[in-house]
Structures are given as structure tokens and as C-alpha cells.
């Protein structure tokens, strides 16, 4: 079984920055495949980026494409988030899959296990 917790978020300024950290506990701390995704009240969750294979491809969703960095440092995985907008407010979620693909994976199906979300606002 593995465990993810997500740490990290807070309320921040439009502009400002926040860096969300996911560690893994139990069978294993690396994994294939990385994902964040986001769930703003009454959206569905979307992707926000990943990094996976075996030349660790970083993936981004194009409203944060230039603002959002994901990166491995040991053994958590970090969203490095800057210039935020009110429209990143949301509950931000960390999952991984130790299913191999050719490509990104950007479906929430895709991956196995989730942690249990830190909250992100943005005010403006």
C-alpha cells in the first residue's frame, strides 16, 4: 500500500508563490509516473502537470505552462507554483502510477494512488 501526503498550501496574494510537496510512505517512495491535478468547488479535477517515464517528462496544462515547475527532490515530488491568479484556488491533489507509458499521463484514471488534497487560494 502506499501512502501520499500532500503538504504545502496556504493563502497567498495574486503573483505570489507557493511550493506543494508530496511524500510517499509504505512499499515504495518512487514511482513511474507523478501527477497534480486540481479541484476548484463545482469543477471537476483537472490536470495540472506530471512528470514520468524513464527520462522523467515533465507535462503541463497550458494555463500554467511557464508558471507551474514540477521536479523530484528525493524521494517527494514538488509543484513549484509562482505568479499565481485567483484562478488557481483549489483543493491540489498528488498521484502517482507505477504504470509505464510513452506518453504523459493527463487522465485522472490513469494513476492509483491519490493523497488527500491541500487547499491553494489565491485572493486577488
Known amino acids: 500500500q502506499v501512502q501520499l501526503v500532500e503538504s504545502g498550501g496556504g493563502l497567498v496574494q495574486a503573483g505570489g508563490s507557493l511550493r506543494l510537496s508530496c511524500a510517499a510512505s509504505?512499499?515504495?517512495?518512487?514511482?513511474?509516473?507523478v501527477g497534480w491535478f486540481r479541484q476548484a468547488p463545482g469543477k471537476e479535477r483537472e490536470f495540472v502537470a506530471s512528470i514520468g517515464g524513464i527520462i522523467r517528462t515533465q507535462d503541463y496544462e497550458d494555463s500554467v505552462k511557464g508558471r507551474f515547475t514540477i521536479s523530484e527532490d528525493n524521494a517527494k515530488n514538488i509543484l513549484q507554483m509562482d505568479s499565481l491568479k485567483p484562478e488557481d484556488s483549489a483543493v491540489y491533489f498528488c498521484?502517482?502510477?507505477?504504470?509505464?507509458?510513452?506518453?504523459?499521463?493527463?487522465?485522472?484514471?490513469?494513476?492509483?494512488?491519490w493523497g488527500q488534497g491541500t487547499q491553494v487560494t489565491v485572493s486577488s
Open positions: 509504505g512499499r515504495a517512495r518512487s514511482f513511474a509516473n
Open positions: 498521484a502517482v502510477t507505477n504504470s509505464m507509458s510513452s506518453r504523459p499521463l493527463r487522465a485522472a484514471s490513469a494513476y492509483n494512488y
